[in-house]
């Protein structure tokens, strides 16, 4: 079973190590998504999905993202993904018709696993 990533255990830090650990104040949040296509697209069509998403949605969010077609992770570059993005992100992924279902996780953080 691979190690899972947790944050450092709970104590008093200094501001420039919280902010270098990303912690306190300093977290940073995002979102995971998964995706099922009604059909699996062609790689055309996939190059089309990736390129408009990172046109149209990451780009002029100042967003980041990891992943594919069939799933992801969505960050801010700076700060933390908001719930504006994340519904945001459902609606563009609405106008995908071959799109048949859309799961959006919660915020969660992007640097340390949540998971025991």
């Known amino acids: 079973m691979p190690d899972l990533l947790l944050p450092p255990p709970k104590r008093s830090r200094s501001r420039r190590l919280r902010k270098k650990l990303h912690i306190g104040e300093f977290q940073t949040l995002g979102f995971e998504y998964g995706l099922l296509w009604s059909e699996l697209p062609s790689a055309e069509e ?3 999905f990736i390129d408009r998403l ?12 990891g992943g594919g077609i069939n799933c992801g ?6 700060g933390s993904a908001t719930d504006e993005d994340r519904a945001g992100f459902e609606s563009w992924l609405r106008q995908w018709t ?4 859309v799961q959006i996780g919660p915020l969660q953080d992007a640097w340390y696993d949540s998971r025991p």
């Open 54 to 65: 990172l046109e149209e949605f990451v780009g002029p969010r100042s967003l980041s993202v």
């Open 73 to 78: 992770f969505i960050s801010a570059r700076r």
């Open 98 to 101: 071959n799109v048949s279902s």
């Open 46 to 48: 996939q190059e089309r």
